[in-house]
């Protein structure tokens, strides 16, 4: 069955740390597409990134980056030099490629408070 | 840039009445999704739209709720009979695609449904 495990519910840091939040999945498909998106306080939900299963390269944007790893099949996000706009809900979330439809499958959710 | 419009941003509406929730995706995307947050928990599936059909729906979107894509443009859920339970946060999203690339989902701002 497709999973996505958010373990940290809540992080807190000091501007100018570096933090990384983990994402664990399973799933049984070979091919599948994981994704972070961001909630800021605002409500809406900001795609930062995706991934595909058969690209494991890691990736930089910034001050984010991504570390795709299947062998743990883990697919972590780590913010560099946080800052406090950085606060948000945080949510990794699983498409496998079987589905014909598209369908993500989201965990619960990581709340980053980034503090001055 | 692009992006995907939902109308209300809140709706407040007494229990067992009909309401719906309007999305505007992103004008060359070709599924549609609609996604459910009950305040805060996790972001939940709820349906996927393409090519003019329901492509799959998840347990929670029973014969209440229904989906349609009435013109060229517009894509609604209308929830026949609202209970306490619906109020929650409803996500509106667009993909291009679903395999390989362009495959990420975008999102709308959301719709805050209030059931009183």
């Known amino acids: 069955a497709q999973k996505v495990t958010q373990a940290q519910t809540e992080i807190s840091v000091v501007e100018k740390e570096d933090v990384t939040l983990d994402c664990v999945y399973e799933t049984r498909d070979t091919t599948y597409y994981l994704f972070w998106y961001k909630q800021p306080p605002s409500g809406e939900l900001v795609f930062l990134i995706r991934r595909n299963s058969f690209d494991e390269q890691n990736e930089i944007s910034g001050r984010y980056s991504w570390n795709f790893q299947k062998s743990t099949s883990s697919f972590n996000f780590t913010i560099t030099a946080s800052q406090v706009v950085d606060s948000a809900v945080y949510f990794c979330a699983l498409r496998e490629g079987s589905g014909n439809t598209g369908k993500l499958i989201f965990g619960q959710g990581t709340t980053l408070q980034v503090k001055p | 840039e692009p992006e995907v419009t939902q109308t209300p941003s809140h709706q407040v509406t007494q229990m067992g009445q009909e309401v719906i929730l309007r999305c505007v995706p992103i004008?060359?995307?070709?599924?549609f999704y609609w996604y459910r947050q009950i305040l805060g928990q996790k972001v939940e599936f709820l349906v996927s739209f393409y090519n003019n059909e329901i492509s799959e729906k998840s347990e929670i979107f029973d014969d209440q709720f229904s989906v349609e894509r009435p013109d060229g443009s517009n894509f609604t859920l209308k929830i026949r009979s609202t209970k306490l339970e619906d109020s929650a946060m409803y996500f509106c999203?667009?993909?291009?695609?679903?395999?390989?690339?362009?495959?990420?989902?975008?999102f709308g701002q959301g719709t805050r449904l209030t059931v009183v």
């Open positions: 999203a667009s993909s291009e695609g679903i395999f390989e690339v362009n495959t990420e989902a975008f």
């Open positions: 004008s060359n995307h070709l599924y």
